[in-house]
C-alpha cells in the first residue's frame, strides 16, 4: 500500500512539498526581521502569514496522500469503463434554417470521419 507513495513522482512531490515547507519558515523568518527593523503592519502580517501558508499546504498534502491511499490502483488501468458513443441527433423539427445548418454539420463531419484511415489519421 504505501509503495505507491515511493514512486519517482511521488517521491519528488514529497521531496518539493517539504522544501516549500521549510521556504515559509524561512520567508516568515525573514518579515519578522523586517517587521522589527520598523517595517509595518504588512509585515507583521507577513510574519504570520508564510507560517500558515506552509500548515495549510501540509495540510492539503496529507490530504492528497490519504486520497492515494484510499484510491483503488487498478481504477487507473484502461478497459474499466465503458464509453458509449451515441451520434447526434439532427433537429429537423421547428426551425427549418437550424435543421438546414445541423444537416450541413452532419455532413462535414461524415467527410472527416470518411478521410481518416483505420489508424485515427
Do not use: C
Not at 3 to 32: I, N, S
Not at 78 to 83: L, S
Amino acid at each position: 500500500m504505501w509503495t505507491r507513495l515511493l514512486t519517482p513522482k511521488w517521491v519528488l512531490l514529497h521531496l518539493l512539498v517539504a522544501a516549500l515547507f521549510v521556504a515559509t519558515f524561512f520567508l516568515g523568518a525573514w518579515q519578522l526581521g523586517k517587521a522589527e527593523n520598523g517595517g509595518g503592519a504588512v509585515n507583521w502580517s507577513y510574519a504570520l502569514q508564510w507560517p500558515l501558508y506552509g500548515f495549510m499546504g501540509l495540510w492539503f498534502y496529507v490530504r492528497m496522500v490519504r486520497e492515494e491511499l484510499r484510491r483503488d490502483p487498478d481504477e487507473d488501468e484502461p478497459g474499466n469503463a465503458v464509453v458509449l458513443y451515441q451520434r447526434p441527433r439532427i433537429d429537423t423539427t421547428g426551425d427549418p434554417e437550424l435543421a438546414a445548418y445541423n444537416a450541413y454539420l452532419a455532413e462535414l463531419n461524415e467527410r472527416a470521419l470518411g478521410q481518416r484511415g483505420p489508424g485515427g489519421r
